[in-house]
């Protein structure tokens, strides 16, 4: 039972089974868009009402009694509607909610717009991008030595983002966007991850498929919706996937680190070797690196100089990956009705966040463009995504971080449903709940 509830919890990395279809609403009158949903105003489901809708469909059979509602699907607005895409974007927190990219344009069309020079790698550039990172981590460090135990919670803050920007780099590293040299690459990439105890190459591996199925049902390797027969297989596992799914959700990234990385069968033979030498790092750095930062300052110090920026780092970790492609009117389709193009120019999400967070973090909000061709290093990301709004972007999804954004994510985007993409837990078992409603009344819901 414990293995089927940390694979629940590991849910948004990929469930492991295919999800079931739910049969398609009668043909309307509107033109059905794949992309948009309507829902009544948001709101009514943040302040925890449901909607009544006009059709419903017929229940998926219950082995578990305690799920009180039925997900009942809801005529989609027409894609032409402008005043439409503005009251979603409004009630879910985003500037702007995207039109429905036509079925015939392809990533090569997309990438034929760009300029060439966003590819080209500059290696002073790359250089820059470790220093900011390695200066901003060993003042972080700083700081958390010389504050008083009042201003660490921001010490941690700062810490914890300044090594959200060694992920990046070998984010860049993995894609091949950080140096002409591989090799460079490779030892770059395993370094910066050491600090974060992540192992680069099976990291990698399980990203590459990201990029490859993004927001496909069951392929796609980063946030997925629940299956609805996962959250219906017992009472145990509802209320684990609720808690996961809810309060924690900020740091589940963790269950992601465990899950996907260090089980040497979730690998290809031909990965494995790459795998070991990488575990073998990352061991390695936990054997010395961790009885050292004891022997120094202390338990309490690995907790105050390692452990803290850690979980800081995961909640970056899970904050940017939920928002890049997780939104009510963002589908996962299964393999067979999945677009490349679509995914990954109507399904990626651009979010502006404060300044000092983008310099930290080098741009990996600028999402978009990293979708349409990872080989983009992150210093471009900027100059290609004006491409993208010139020359596409009306199609794209646009938002600045704010409470209402999270709150939406957080508390609806949870069960899949083929007509509605996501149904909230709230409305399949409200009594079992309540981390959900506790969230609905204690979050903001202002996008200032």
Not at 111 to 137: C, Q, R, W
Not at 392 to 416: D, Q
């Amino acid at each position: 039972m414990a293995s089927r509830i940390a694979d629940s919890l590991f849910a948004f990395t990929g469930p492991q089974q295919c999800l079931p279809r739910v049969p398609k609403l009668a043909a309307s009158s509107a033109r059905v868009s794949p992309g948009v949903y309507a829902v009544k105003p948001i709101d009514l489901l943040l302040k925890g009402r449901t909607h009544r809708s006009r059709r419903c469909v017929a229940p998926v059979k219950r082995r578990i009694g305690c799920i009180k509602a039925v997900a009942a699907p809801v005529a989609p607005p027409s894609a032409d509607s402008a005043e439409d895409r503005e009251q979603l974007a409004e009630s879910y927190g985003f500037r702007q909610i995207g039109e429905d990219l036509p079925e015939n344009v392809t990533l090569k069309d997309i990438m034929d717009t760009l300029p060439k020079e966003v590819f080209e790698i500059d290696d002073l550039k790359a250089l820059k991008s470790v220093l900011i990172s390695v200066t901003s981590y060993t003042l972080g460090l700083f700081m958390i030595a010389k504050s008083p135990w009042y201003l660490l919670p921001l010490a941690w803050a700062w810490t914890g983002t300044a090594i959200t920007g060694f992920f990046v780099i070998g984010h860049d590293c993995a894609h091949k966007s950080f140096s002409k040299n591989k090799l460079v690459e490779d030892i770059v990439g395993t370094l910066a991850f050491l600090p974060l105890v992540y192992p680069y190459e099976p990291w990698r591996f399980k990203h590459d498929r990201h990029h490859a199925k993004t927001n496909m049902l069951v392929h796609d390797t980063a946030w997925q919706p629940v299956p609805p027969e996962e959250f219906e297989s017992s009472p145990v596992m509802r209320k684990a996937i609720i808690f996961g799914y809810g309060p924690i959700r900020p740091w589940l990234s963790i269950a992601h680190w465990v899950n996907w990385h260090f089980n040497l069968k979730k690998f290809r033979a031909s990965e494995v070797n790459r795998v070991k030498i990488s575990l073998a790092c990352v061991f390695a750095f936990m054997a010395v690196g961790w009885p050292l930062i004891v022997y120094k300052v202390g338990i309490l110090g690995w907790v105050k100089f390692w452990l803290m920026p850690w979980l800081g780092y995961h909640f970056w970790m899970s904050t940017f990956t939920m928002v890049h492609h997780t939104a009510p009117h963002i589908p996962f389709k299964p393999a067979d009705e999945w677009n490349a193009a679509q995914a990954q120019l109507n399904g990626t999400v651009h979010c502006d966040y404060p300044s000092w967070i983008e310099i930290l973090c080098h741009d990996i909000n600028v999402h978009i463009p990293h979708h349409i061709s990872p080989r983009i290093p992150s210093y471009n990301l900027r100059a290609a995504h004006e491409s993208i709004q010139e020359n596409w972007g009306k199609y794209t999804n646009l938002a600045t971080w704010n409470w209402r954004l999270m709150k939406t994510i957080m508390t609806v985007c949870h069960v899949y449903d083929k007509e509605e993409n996501y149904i909230p837990f709230d409305r399949l078992a409200p009594e079992e709940s309540q981390p959900i409603t506790f969230l609905k009344k204690a979050m903001p819901n202002y996008t200032a």
